[in-house]
């Protein structure tokens, strides 16, 4: 008899996930944005987590497998006056552990967060991704995202 096949669970966060998604930021060479895994930095965490669980325009999600997370997306809902008071999503921090990259988990999650954007009726699903990730850029590309703006930041902290 054929073993069932195990499928990735994409979910909301837990509080009992924020280590794990830290670890998978903090694996992260290309980004830059300094993330740690150091036990002393948790508490920073937990309370961005606690935030963003509050708010009724953010969903931060993970990808489940084998009872671990393995992946991370956070969805922003934004109302604006322009495009007539449309709500748009921003789709950020998306990340995939390493070691399971290319097994097709971070379309699915890709597709979930699309999803959730036409349920809630979004107009415009923004995504930014590091200029330096040419593989993301394929991937985003390939699941119909279009490069048409180009980006600025500035760093105030």
Same mark, same amino acid.
């Given at each position: 008899m054929d073993m069932p096949i195990e499928l990735p669970v994409i979910r909301d966060? +837990?509080? =009992? =996930?924020?280590?794990?998604?830290?670890?998978?930021?903090a694996q992260d060479e290309k980004g830059g944005h300094g993330d740690?895994? =150091?036990p002393s930095a948790l508490p920073v965490y937990l309370a961005a987590?606690?935030?963003i669980a509050a708010s009724p325009d953010n +969903?931060?999600?993970?990808v489940e497998f084998g009872c671990e997370v393995v992946g991370t997306a956070?969805?922003?809902?934004?109302t604006s006056l322009t495009g007539r008071g449309s709500t748009r999503m921003t789709i950020e921090a998306v990340q995939m552990r390493a070691d399971m990259r290319g097994r097709g988990y971070g379309e699915l999650l890709m597709r979930h967060c699309i999803e959730l954007g036409r349920e809630r009726g979004v107009r415009l699903v923004d995504l930014m991704s590091n200029a330096v990730r040419t593989d993301a850029h394929r991937f985003y590309?390939?699941?119909?995202?279009?490069?048409?703006h180009v980006g600025f930041k500035m760093k105030l902290g």
């Open positions: 966060a +837990r509080e =009992d =996930d924020i280590a794990a998604l830290v670890a998978i930021f740690t895994a =150091d987590f606690h935030l +969903r931060l999600l993970v956070q969805v922003t809902f934004t590309e390939r699941l119909g995202f279009v490069k048409s």
